[in-house]
């Protein structure tokens, strides 16, 4: 009996991909080049894996892995990372087992701000807004919360338009507020109150 993926494979002339399951630690998520999140890092044991996930398994990184947890990857190689099938958490006797096994070799910290809210702060980077410079708005919020711990509660999103093009590059705060005619300076001194 052949699978549904081995079947539209041979009917193409294609060889099925061959995958394998990973074992290993989750230590954060693979975002591309604009921040969006892609897949997952793999640790297992002294060996590294990034991992490219499917649009569907996605969301689970956010809602229920944490760094730390283990997890097995169903997965096959593609060019420099590996494709994700499936991902599902390890068995705690099984965990524990490689937890064993590995030692210390790279400690994943579990998020130590759990007791700060989640915020995203929008920034338009539509039209008008990103002629006036709201890319690079974007990636000054950008590269200060990649760069600084402390500002890992802090998500930055691109977004569509805000309605007030002709005050753009426009902001909009997590309490609602929207700043307009943003400068990347203004921009990362109202990241700093976040902190």
Not at 5 to 23: F, I, M, N, R, Y
Not at 89 to 101: D, F, I, N, V
Not at 105 to 124: D, F, G, H, N
Request: aromatic fraction near 6%; glycine fraction near 8%.
């Amino acid at each position: 009996m052949r699978t549904l993926h081995e079947s539209a494979a041979l009917d193409a002339g294609v060889a099925a991909p061959t995958g394998q399951v990973l074992k290993g630690q989750y230590s954060g998520a693979y975002r591309s080049d604009k921040g969006k999140i892609k897949g997952l890092l793999l640790q297992a044991g002294e060996a590294k894996f990034t991992v490219k996930l499917p649009k569907y398994l996605r969301p689970m990184l956010v809602r229920e892995l944490a760094p730390g947890d283990f997890v097995q990857v169903w997965a096959y190689p593609e060019d420099d990372r590996w494709r994700a099938i499936n991902v599902l958490p390890l068995p705690k006797c099984e965990a524990e087992m490689l937890r064993q096994q590995w030692g210390d070799l790279a400690p994943v910290p579990k998020l130590a701000q759990t007791s700060q809210k989640r915020m995203c702060i929008e920034v338009c980077t539509k039209g008008k807004c990103y002629k006036q410079g709201a890319r690079q708005v974007h990636s000054a919020l950008q590269e200060a919360v990649d760069r600084d711990p402390a500002l890992s509660h802090v998500a930055i999103k691109e977004t569509g338009c805000m309605k007030a093009c002709k005050q753009g590059p426009n902001l909009r705060l997590p309490n609602g507020r929207m700043l307009h005619r943003v400068s990347p300076a203004e921009a990362l001194a109202q990241l700093d109150a976040k902190r």
